[in-house]
């Protein structure tokens, strides 16, 4: 694809580094937003944020096969790298990285990452792979780009809280921010997977955040935590969720379990559900 008039497209390393260093030898900061592409307003937010905290924005565009398990949606995970780069240019981006496969991943590497804990637990129950090949490929990519500052949503707040410890732990020389969760009309968390429902699964699908307010007003008044994420569980089923994978109140900064049994400090209410084949994620704080 060739470059859209405002956005120029790299696909190598070694392109990002000679247009990056180009800027920092010229004193600009650079801004980086990760994302898998099928961009949507929550990703236009980021790289907006980003242009407020620096000079330059590069966003990624890789659909990373890392952090999919077989059984998963790597194959029909939405692709739509024209539109994308056209919604880039709008939001003020000034660098689209857009490595193949194999670029990213040479058929010889053997490194693997091993957060522990922060990604233990919620999704890492459910998608065991997936927060080993998102902390890979959030090192290499902050590794390739060399961002001051890099710009993630609240919507995946685990792998927010996963990014901080991967960053922290390795001593990579970025600064994390965590941008609010941007929700439709009526609520729903902007997300590329909400492409996958139907009208009815929608509108099943805009409950979920209202669920997750209940569960919030109920632990902050001091229900006690397992009735609370019990009744909330059934809630979304009675609503018409197929299945619910969880629905938990749990520390906000670490994502521990309180071991009181009640919501004793700044708190987050998180919650995993299916719709046929979909599956959606929310979260909110408490
Ligand atoms: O949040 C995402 O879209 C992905 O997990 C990320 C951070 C781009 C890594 O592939």
């Known amino acids: 694809m060739p470059d859209t008039p405002d956005l120029p497209i790299v696909r190598t390393i070694a392109d990002l580094r000679q247009m990056v260093s180009?800027?920092?030898?010229?004193?600009?900061?650079?801004?980086?937003?990760?994302?898998?592409?099928?961009?949507?307003?929550?990703?236009?937010?980021?790289?907006?944020?980003?242009?407020?905290?620096?000079?330059?924005?590069?966003?990624?565009?890789?659909?990373?096969?890392?952090?999919?398990?077989?059984?998963?949606?790597?194959?029909?995970?939405?692709?739509?790298?024209?539109?994308?780069?056209?919604?880039?240019?709008?939001?003020?981006?000034?660098?689209?990285?857009?490595?193949?496969?194999?670029?990213?991943?040479?058929?010889?590497?053997?490194?693997?990452?091993?957060?522990?804990?922060?990604?233990?637990?919620?999704?890492?129950?459910?998608?065991?792979?997936?927060?080993?090949?998102?902390?890979?490929?959030?090192?290499?990519?902050?590794?390739?780009?060399?961002?001051?500052?890099?710009?993630?949503?609240?919507?995946d707040y685990q792998q927010l809280i996963v990014v901080n410890r991967l960053v922290r732990d390795l001593d990579i020389s970025v600064g994390i921010v965590g941008l609010p969760t941007i929700r439709d009309g009526h609520g729903l968390a902007l997300s590329s997977r909400n492409a996958y429902l139907s009208e009815a699964e929608l509108a099943v699908a805009r409950r979920l955040n209202g669920v997750l307010a209940e569960v919030g007003a109920k632990a902050a008044a001091g229900g006690p935590l397992p009735a609370v994420e019990a009744e909330a569980r059934e809630a979304l089923l009675h609503a018409g969720f197929s299945h619910v994978d969880y629905v938990a109140v749990r520390r906000a900064g670490d994502l521990g379990a309180f071991e009181s049994g009640t919501v004793d400090g700044p708190a987050r209410v998180l919650a995993a559900a299916w719709l046929g084949k979909t599956r959606l994620i929310d979260n909110m704080a408490v």
């Open 22 to 155: 180009g800027w920092k030898r010229q004193g600009f900061t650079v801004g980086f937003v990760p994302t898998m592409g099928a961009l949507h307003e929550g990703h236009l937010a980021l790289v907006r944020e980003a242009g407020e905290r620096a000079d330059r924005v590069v966003a990624s565009v890789f659909v990373n096969p890392a952090q999919f398990a077989a059984h998963e949606d790597l194959g029909s995970y939405p692709r739509q790298e024209a539109r994308d780069a056209e919604l880039l240019a709008g939001a003020g981006c000034a660098l689209m990285y857009a490595p193949a496969v194999g670029e990213m991943y040479p058929a010889d590497a053997t490194t693997s990452i091993s957060v522990g804990a922060p990604a233990e637990g919620l999704e890492g129950d459910f998608r065991p792979q997936m927060f080993g090949g998102v902390a890979l490929v959030v090192a290499k990519l902050l590794n390739q780009v060399q961002p001051d500052v890099a710009v993630f949503g609240e919507k």
